[in-house]
Structure formats: C-alpha cells, structure tokens
C-alpha cells in the first residue's frame, strides 16, 4: 500500500517513507516546512506502507520501485529495515559499516538507477541521548542501562553506548527472540565491544522484564526499543514494573498508544523519575536521513530551526 502526501503529482521528484502507518506521522504535515528551510528541490513525502509480516518479495519490489523511478530521490526506513537489509541488500550499490554489521538500512538514497543504504540509527540515537542525559551520568553516578528490545533500534542504542567516553558499567538488553539476542552478540563481537559490558537476555514475559528494570542502579536509563506502543499496542511490561530511583525512562515513540510512556508517567512523581518520548528521536532521525537524501551538511543551528517548524507543525 502507497500513501501519497500533500503536494504530490506523478511527474515531479519525491522522497519516501517506509513504515507500517505512514500517514499517522507528524513528518506528513512538517517535510514540506523542512523541504522550504533546506532548499530542498521537493516538497513532496510519499508513504509506502507494508504489513508487519511483510515478504522478501514485497520489499524487493519497493526497493526496485525507488531504484527505477528516476523522481524517486530516496526514502527513511523505519520498522521494516532490518527486512529490507535481509530481502534486498544485494540490490544496492553502496552499503555503509554500520549497515553492514548491524544488517539494516534505515537511508536509502537514489541517484539515477545507483542506490545507496545506510544505517543512521547509532547517529540519531546518540544525539537524541545527548539532548537529555547529562554527559557525566553515568560515571558520577554508576548508573546502568536496560534497553527492552534486541531490533534495529536497541541494536543502535547498545552501539552508541559502547562508543561513550563515559560508558555505563553495564547493558542489559532483553528480546523474546533468541535469534535476535544472537545476532546483537555477533554484532558486537565484531565490532570490538569490550567484554562483560552487555548482558544479552531472554525475557518470554513482561514480568521477567520487570524483574530486570526492578534490579536495575538508581538513574539507570530503561528504554523501550520494542515498537511495542507503536506499531502494535501494548509494553514490554506489566503495569506494576517498579522502576529505579531517579530512573530515566526513554521511549523510543512520539505516537501511538504509548502503554509503556503512560505507565512511566503514572510512576513519575512517585520515583522521581525522568520521562522522555520519542519527539527528539524523530527530530534527529528524519533530519539526518533528509540530509542523507538530499546530501546535506546539517549544523546544530539548522536542526534547531528542523525542530522548531516540527513543533509549530505539531501544536
């Protein structure tokens, strides 16, 4: 399924987004106010929408839709980049390291029939971490990190954390899917991570969960990297979870049912807890990727004024 945004005709160029539920983004009604910040040559966002269980043959024939469509610039990525790394990565001229190790692709960028895909997340995700958590935090305070969920999200999360100067002592990173948990360790392994820094653990319900966040330092960051409160309803954990003193609680979505946002901001006062959604997230992963596209350089000072039309755009 297709979605097409405002602004759009058949003969002028375009950029793509490939989600489960495109046209419930906020991205719909702010790339056209981005696209006039930036310059960029269209004002035009097309959604592509593919069902959770999506085929390899369904995202072969996306990919080769944007490859041979000479107006197609280019498109974000969202649920479905680790499946489309796995159905159609042969497709593609270039892959960047990260897309590679990590076999996702959250970028992809045309140019004539040459394609380009790259894994932003570890980029997006370290910014959007910065613009909230002190840069000290976890060495002045031995904090430690559970992130809930082993995809492309969590995988970004635990590789950007590794990087830190001022790493956590410890990850715990938890998946349903020993599949998943297998592939985030080979990740890591080849990229070096230090031994013993991440914990990789199956969890079969949200109350063995909820035991691991319960565990978890005073200040330690909980991070919902399920999709879980997104593109299906529900959380990773049970409505009684009791989280860390001082905790703060990111999750990764700005929209959606939000069942794991809720139950940290019925907690908030309670446990002195710092609640953050996914607005900074998808400020800094839609910026990078338009800059991707488009082969933009971004300054702190242009992602600002992004972010300010964002929120306009969004009151």
Known sequence: MTTESIDSTPDA????????????SSIMTVF??????????????????????????????????????????????TTHKMNVYAAASDLFDELDPFAVSCSEISSIAASGARLSGRAKDPITVDLALRDFLPSDHFASTGAEVVILGAGGSGTALSWALAEREDAPAKITVTARDDEKLDHLREVHRQHGTRDGLIEYVRTDSPAEAAAIVAAAA???LIVNATGLGKDRPGSPLP????FPEGAYVWEFNYRGSLEFLHQARAAEADRALH???GWRYFIHGWSQVVADVFDLTL??????????AAEAARR
Do not use: C, K, N
Request: charge should be negative; hydrophobic fraction near 40%.
């Open 13 to 24: 160029d375009y950029m793509g987004f490939v989600g489960v539920t495109t046209g419930s």
């Open 32 to 77: 056209p106010l981005w696209a006039d910040i930036l310059g960029l040559p269209t004002r035009t966002l097309i959604g592509h929408d593919l069902p959770m269980d999506a085929t390899p043959e369904q995202y072969r024939a996306l990919v080769e839709q944007i490859r041979d469509d000479p107006h197609h610039r280019g498109a974000l990525v």
């Open 218 to 220: 005073p200040g330690s």
């Open 239 to 242: 409505d009684d979870v009791v």
């Open 275 to 277: 609640v953050v959604d």
């Open 299 to 308: 300054t702190p000072e242009i992602v600002e004024q992004l972010a300010d």
